[in-house]
């Protein structure tokens, strides 16, 4: 669970971003501002990151907020799944990414493969739908909802992208370090007893 004041931030911020898409009135729109700046603060404070930095990351959007959507792939192969080894942190996580406008859940996660462990894949069934929040994930200034589908090995050589440096199957047992702001170990494990068991329901929280 994320602390409780990073939430109270991201509730006012979408508060106030959704009062200045809505709001015709001069004064009502200079107060939805400054609660904005509010928020922003706040979350610099928690975070320790510079104001101008958390406003780029946090408040940098117009019209009314809605939460960011994650999509990633799961493919396994006896006891062991795919990872990517991500750049940016050094650590693993399952190969995905920020859903694109324009494409459907499942041209993403496809387009996500191929770019990160250049393989073809074919996307056969929804997993889990799982809100960031819920899981133990370290803080964020975005609320996210995580979708994980099952993908099959449709050809293709495993390779590293611009955003990775390695790909690899793991057993699930014997995990690398994770990439904690992707991926955790329970959700790993709850994704994998989803794959061997084709009659459990997708999970969603």
Request: with cysteine.
């Amino acid at each position: 669970m994320e602390h409780p004041w990073i939430e109270y931030c991201k509730r006012i911020q979408a508060i106030a971003q959704a009062g200045l898409e809505y709001s015709a009135n001069t004064y009502d729109r200079e107060r939805y501002e400054e609660l904005r700046e509010i928020s922003v603060k706040m979350m610099a404070n928690i975070s320790g990151k510079y104001v101008e930095t958390v406003k780029e990351l946090f408040a940098n959007e117009s019209g009314y907020q809605t939460p960011k959507v994650d999509i990633r792939a799961v493919i396994c192969k006896d006891d062991t799944i795919l990872l990517v080894r991500e750049k940016i942190d050094g650590c693993w996580s399952l190969p995905g990414g920020w859903a694109d406008i324009g494409l459907s859940p499942k041209e993403v996660v496809v387009k996500e493969v191929r770019e990160e462990a250049g393989l073809s894949v074919s996307p056969i069934r929804l997993l889990a739908v799982m809100d960031k929040k819920f899981h133990a994930h370290p803080p964020s200034p975005y609320h996210t909802y995580k979708i994980f589908m099952q993908c099959e090995i449709a050809g293709g050589d495993m390779t590293p992208g611009s955003e990775t440096t390695e790909v690899g199957f793991f057993p699930v047992s014997r995990l690398p370090q994770l990439s904690a702001h992707r991926i955790t170990a329970e959700q790993i494990s709850i994704l994998y007893e989803l794959v061997n068991d084709e009659e459990k329901a997708p999970v969603f929280d």
